[in-house]
């Protein structure tokens, strides 16, 4: 019988397989701009209005929300969902997780290295990271760790009610957590737009990898058979 967490992925392919062009062409266009040396046309406005808009309430919710991107709690939350998955026995669950996990962290301090695009300056007295700008961090991976714990919770799920309530927390973390660099100024808002970008093309590159990689132990054994 069929593994309805394979049924459910395989469902959302189509889907899956459009965004990710997009984003990859949207990505591709960032990238051209950054390397060429240039700002992107909205990011000094976006910067400029979403400043002017801010508030001692927000600022410090900015913060919070800031702090669920961090690589502490990162690599936290990560190791602590794959040791879950693996006593759930949800082995392949674990093992894609942690893939997914890892790899993102990896690709985003490539990218970094790749487009060393120095970092805004900051507000609200934010501390700057050590590390460029290009793309946001706390982007690619909030979408890596949330965009999969919500697929994985809504893996083998039913109820269209769970299914909609998890990616909607999923959605209402990503976005702020994005959002929070932009608004304590640590990042132009293109480094987020890559950030998530980068992050939904690698997250369709590990489950289309998995996918191709079950075929072919289907196709092994059926022909070993």
Known sequence: ????????????????????????????????????????????????????????????????????????????????????????????????????????????????????????APFFNTPLPHSYSFPSGHALLSLCLWGTLAALLTARSRSLGFRIAAWALAVSLIGPIGFSRIYLGVHYPSDVLAGYAAGLVWVTIVAWGERMLRRARAAHKVLGA
């Open 1 to 120: 019988m069929r593994n309805p967490e394979h049924k459910s992925a395989a469902s959302l392919f189509p889907v899956l397989g459009l965004a990710c062009a997009a984003a990859l062409i949207l990505f591709a266009w960032l990238a051209a701009v950054v390397l060429g040396g240039h700002s992107l046309p909205f990011d000094d406005p976006v910067r400029t209005y979403v400043h002017e808009h801010s508030s001692p309430a927000l600022t410090t919710l900015m913060r919070m929300f800031t702090a669920l991107g961090t690589a502490g709690f990162f690599w936290v939350a990560s190791t602590a969902v794959t040791m879950i998955l693996a006593g759930l026995k949800r082995r392949a669950a674990a093992l894609r997780f942690a893939i997914i996990m890892a790899g993102a962290g990896v690709l985003d301090t490539m990218l970094k290295l790749a487009f060393h695009r120095p970092r805004p």
